[in-house]
T-cell receptor, first 117, second 112 residues
Framework: EAGVAQSPRYKIIEKRQSVAFWCNPISGHATLYWYQQILGQGPKLLIQFQNNGVVDDSQLPKDRFSAERLKGVDSTLKIQPAKLEDSAVYLC???????????????FGPGTRLTVL | KQEVTQIPAALSVPEGENLVLNCSFTDSAIYNLQWFRQDPGKGLTSLLLIQSSQREQTSGRLNASLDKSSGRSTLYIAASQPGDSATYLC???????????FGAGTTVTVRA
């Protein structure tokens, strides 16, 4: 099965510009996650969707970050305006509930590396 | 709030040596624990997932143990190879949430 797809892979922008990232999860995975990973740290969850509804966005800086998953499949994460501290790798992950194992294992995409100058 | 710690932050070993990577967590009420591998500039690849009811999981040269009561997990990699060079992260899922809490990772270098 195809994995989680993300684009672009790399993006360089200047501060105060806007940027958008796209994610296509594994087919059939109802849950989609966006993480921010700053260099030298573990990923931090920004937002979690269940189908097209938001489950958790408690760590999303809502004054500048927004995300949507309109049809319950693809998702877009936007930053407007970007700040220097937004430089990070943005990872998308997806999961589905496995009734056999009782697991909800997350599978990650390759990430988008954002540099804000 | 769950805190996940991985020590050491970096490790360098000669080829063939066994690797021991540690992960500790503060809240023992977990649903499962997952070990990931991350290559430079790449996403995360899941290596092993241990459910809270399990003590260990094995896949090839990898073995992960879980001791919930002491808040610890260990990832063993037998007979290390240069291709094992990467950053290894552990992540804990609490029993009442889907949100993963990650450690900062251990960066491993296997010298040929």
């Amino acid at each position: 099965e195809a994995g989680v797809a993300q684009s672009p892979r790399y993006k360089i922008i200047e501060k105060r510009q806007s940027v958008a990232f796209w994610c296509n999860p594994i087919s059939g995975h109802a849950t989609l996650y966006w993480y921010q990973q700053i260099l030298g740290q573990g990923p931090k969850l920004l937002i979690q969707f269940q189908n097209n509804g938001v489950v958790d966005d408690s760590q999303l800086p809502k004054d500048r970050f927004s995300a949507e998953r309109l049809k319950g499949v693809d998702s877009t994460l936007k930053i407007q305006p970007a700040k220097l501290e937004d430089s990070a790798v943005y990872l998308c992950a997806s999961s589905r509930w496995d009734t056999g194992t009782g697991s909800n294992e997350q599978f990650f995409g390759p990430g988008t590396r954002l540099t804000v100058l | 709030k769950q805190e996940v710690t991985q020590i050491p932050a970096a490790l360098s070993v000669p080829e063939g040596e066994n690797l021991v990577l540690n992960c500790s967590f503060t809240d023992s009420a977990i649903y499962n624990l997952q070990w990931f591998r991350q290559d430079p500039g790449k996403g995360l690849t899941s290596l092993l997932l241990i459910q809270s009811s399990q003590r260990e999981q094995t896949s090839g040269r990898l073995n992960a143990s879980l001791d919930k009561s002491s808040g610890r997990s260990t990832l063993y990699i037998a007979a290390s190879q240069p291709g094992d060079s990467a950053t290894y992260l552990c992540a804990v899922r609490p029993s009442n949430d889907y949100k993963l809490s990650f450690g900062a990772g251990t960066t491993v270098t296997v010298r040929a």
